[in-house]
Nanobody
Framework: QVQLVESGGGLVQPGGSLRLSCTAS????????MSWYRQAPGKERELVAF????????NYADSVKGRFTVSRDNAKNTVYLQMNSLKPEDTAVYYC????????????WGQGTQVTVSS
């Protein structure tokens, strides 16, 4: 079965940094756009960033532009989210997602990892 496993979350002070990782298995990783989402308590899940299969196209939510960087290492089947200058409002559960290739197919989600930004 397709699997996504996230790691790297934790507690960090405002202004600090974290690097999230998402490692994939059981599919051809380089064929897929990968996305990062986040969901804070009481709020809807929102798209943070995405990166296409070979890294040719990248985009970010306005709220994280200039602070977060998404990258991927297809040889390691891993996508990363480097988060710098973290703010309390970045606190959320962060999810990795494999985007569908066709509308009738399903997106695949990781289990999520908690990021807490607090002094």
């Amino acid at each position: 079965q397709v699997q996504l496993v996230e790691s790297g979350g934790g507690l960090v002070q405002p202004g600090g940094s974290l690097r999230l990782s998402c490692t994939a298995s059981r599919f051809t990783f380089s064929s897929y756009t990968m996305s990062w989402y986040r969901q804070a308590p009481g709020k809807e899940r929102e798209l943070v960033a995405f990166i296409t299969g070979t890294g040719g196209s990248i985009n970010y939510a306005d709220s994280v532009k200039g602070r977060f960087t998404v990258s991927r290492d297809n040889a390691k089947n891993t996508v990363y989210l480097q988060m710098n200058s973290l703010k309390p409002e970045d606190t959320a559960v962060y999810y990795c997602k494999r985007d569908r290739l066709r509308p009738w197919l399903d997106d695949v989600w990781g289990q999520g990892t908690q990021v807490t930004v607090s002094s």
